[in-house]
């Protein structure tokens, strides 16, 4: 991702922030005030979200806040709120409609709401604008550990033949269209399986990021920091076999100095959803059982970089975890095989030619 993409999207990330605020209580804004120093944007938009979410639900089931305006309400009325009319509300969003549309949340959506009511909470708390936190009382939905789901190597080999193909898809239409966009796709894929990146920092890559002669390229992680990563041979064709194509589409256009390095069919930068979409299609006529993501695809990075080094350590900051410990996390499994293998090394009774 470059620097100057990363800037743009946490400018336009603060704006939408700004946004929202402006239709939540009045306090609400000096708690995000307050935690600006220690949150990202993203993080900032995400309890946004949620508590607009939180408080839409407070005057549409509460009695006492029943058809009111969500910025009318006042640190009395927080003060009058139980920890059950908490836990109702992490009930409630289990199904709940917004403007017609169902949505859901698993445990790792209640918890994340509940994560923004207790920052909240606590804030107005430690402030002394409410004399308890009943936030506090409300324990964390449990959150089950979802099976990593990867790519095997014969389904890599699979989902990058297809995107070559000409006929992929049983549409004419989606195989034409398919024709004029298989050498992007082909690179975005075999950057994502060759490097471990994350949607967010593909989407935000400049040509100029890229060194080609020594196969490194500069990437913004999150909270901004700036790495180099290393690709291979592989990655290095695929991005090349793909720029004469980058640059007829916009020579067509008459399109100078277009920093980004992956395009839409409409010469702009490529979108998040787009790069999902893609993955998505393609990684359904290679692997139809599995629900295959940019993350998807990440995982199946750094299993084979696990695989390969064995170095956790290295793992973690090559795919820019900031705790080792997630790192452990998503690749236990694999730990452990290699503590089986390890274990069956070790002889008691060795013969004495063995030594």
Partial sequence: MSEKYYIEFNR?????????????????????IAIETRTSELTRLNYASDLIT??????????SLLDREKTSITYQDMEALTAGDIERFISHVSYYSNKGKVMKNSERGKARKLSAIRSLFRYLYINDKITKDVASKVL????????????ENTEVRKLLDIVESESEFRSDKRNAYNLNTKERDLAILTLFLGTGIRVSELVGLDLSDIDFDSLSFYVTRKGGNRSILYFTQEVKDAILSYLPIREKMLKSANIENMEALFLSLQKKRITVRAVEYLVKKHAHEASPLKKISPHKLRSTYGTKLYSNTRDIYAVAEILGHRDVNTTKKHYAAISENIKKEAAQKVKLREDATDD
């Fill in 12 to 32: 336009n990330t603060y704006y939408k922030v700004k946004d929202i605020i402006s239709c939540l209580p009045p306090f609400c804004q000096d708690f995000f």
């Fill in 54 to 63: 939180f408080f839409d639900y407070l005057i549409s089931h509460l009695p």
């Fill in 140 to 151: 964390t939905p449990k959150i089950h550990d979802k099976p990593i789901i990867r790519l």
